[in-house]
C-alpha cells in the first residue's frame, strides 16, 4: 500500500461483477483508504492467468477471486503465498455450506449465472419494456407493468426503474407534474404496484441545479429552481398517492440500490396480497 491507495486485484472466470460488489461493500468501510482497483474478467486458460501474476509481482496488493477451476485456483494461491500476498477466494465458503447442505459437489461451470436461460430472456424483456415506458411514454401498455414508479422531476425515476429491469421487473415511470392528471386507467389497476417516489425540496433543487448546468443558454424556465414550487410539486405527489392509497418512498438519502430494494420489498408484499385476494374471490 502506498499512502492512502493499495492494489485491488478481482480475478474472475465470468464478467466479476460479483467480486466487484463484495469488494466495493469492504471498501466502503474503510474511508480512508481507497483501493487501486485491476478487474481481470474471463479468466479461464493457464496463459490468461499467468499474464496476471506478472502484474501482481509489480503491483501487489489484495487479491480477491472466483475461479471454478481447481488448477487455476491452486496456482493463483500458490503464486500469492510465494509473494506474501493477501488472497481469497469468496466463493469457497459459500460453496463450502451448499455441499453440506445438499451433499453434492460443485459442477464447475465458469459463468453458470450467466447462461442464456429463461430468466436471462426474462431480464431482456423487462429492459426492453422499461426503457419502451420511461418518462410516461407508451401509456396504453403501461397497465401490463409489474411497478409502476411516479413522481416529479429529478427523483431518480429512470435510473431506479433500470435497476429494477435488471432484476427482471418490468417498470414503467410516469412524472407528475400539478395541474396534468394522470393517465386515467392507473387509478384502476390492480396487477401493478404502484409507488411514489419524493424527496426533500433542496435535494431535488440541488440535482435540477446540477442539471441545468449542462444546457446551453438559460435552461429551464424559473419554476423548475423555484423551492416554493418544488414544495408543491412534493405535497401534490404526497396528496396523489394518500388518495389512491399508493406507498411513497422518500429517497432523499438513499442510493439507487437501496431504493430499488426497498420497492421490491413493497413489491412482494403487493404480490402476495394480490394473490391472497385472487385467491379469496375464486373460492
Not at 481507497?34 to 501487489?60: A, F, S
Not at 402476495?272 to 373460492?283: F, H, I, L, M, N
Request: charged fraction near 20%; glycine fraction near 6%; hydrophobic fraction near 35%.
Amino acid at each position: 500500500m502506498s499512502g492512502h491507495f493499495f492494489h485491488l486485484h478481482l480475478v474472475s472466470d465470468a464478467t466479476g461483477e460479483t467480486l466487484i460488489a463484495v469488494a466495493r461493500a469492504a471498501a466502503s468501510q474503510y474511508s480512508n483508504t481507497k483501493p487501486i482497483e485491476h478487474v481481470h474478467p474471463l479468466i479461464r486458460t493457464e496463459r490468461q492467468l499467468e499474464k496476471i501474476l506478472t502484474r501482481l509481482e509489480d503491483e501487489p496488493g489484495i487479491v480477491l477471486y472466483t475461479l471454478v477451476n481447481q488448477d487455476l485456483s491452486e496456482r493463483l494461491e500458490r503464486y500469492c503465498q510465494e509473494l506474501h500476498i493477501p488472497v481469497c477466494n469468496i466463493l469457497h465458503p459459500v460453496f463450502n455450506i451448499f455441499q453440506s447442505y445438499l451433499g453434492a459437489s460443485q459442477q464447475g461451470l465458469a459463468g453458470a449465472q450467466h447462461s442464456l436461460d429463461s430468466g436471462y430472456f426474462k431480464r431482456i424483456d423487462a429492459m426492453n419494456f422499461t426503457m419502451a415506458h420511461d418518462d410516461g411514454q407508451s401509456p396504453q401498455s403501461v397497465g401490463e407493468a409489474d411497478i409502476i414508479i411516479v413522481g416529479i422531476s429529478r427523483t431518480s425515476k429512470t435510473p431506479t426503474s433500470v435497476y429494477l429491469a435488471n432484476r427482471g421487473l418490468r417498470v414503467a415511470n410516469i412524472p407528475l407534474v400539478p395541474d396534468i392528471p394522470l393517465p386515467a386507467p392507473i387509478q384502476t389497476y390492480t396487477k401493478p404496484l404502484v409507488i411514489g417516489l419524493i424527496a426533500s425540496p433542496s435535494r431535488i433543487m440541488q440535482i435540477r441545479q446540477n442539471r441545468i448546468l449542462g444546457f446551453d443558454g438559460e435552461g429551464r424556465e424559473s419554476d423548475y429552481l423555484n423551492r416554493n414550487r418544488i414544495g408543491e410539486e412534493i405535497a401534490y405527489t404526497r396528496t396523489m398517492c394518500q388518495r389512491n392509497q399508493w406507498p411513497v418512498l422518500d429517497v432523499t438519502r438513499k442510493s439507487i440500490e437501496e431504493t430499488a430494494a426497498e420497492i421490491y420489498k413493497y413489491y412482494q408484499r403487493h404480490r402476495k396480497q394480490t394473490s391472497e385476494k385472487a385467491a379469496k374471490d375464486q373460492s
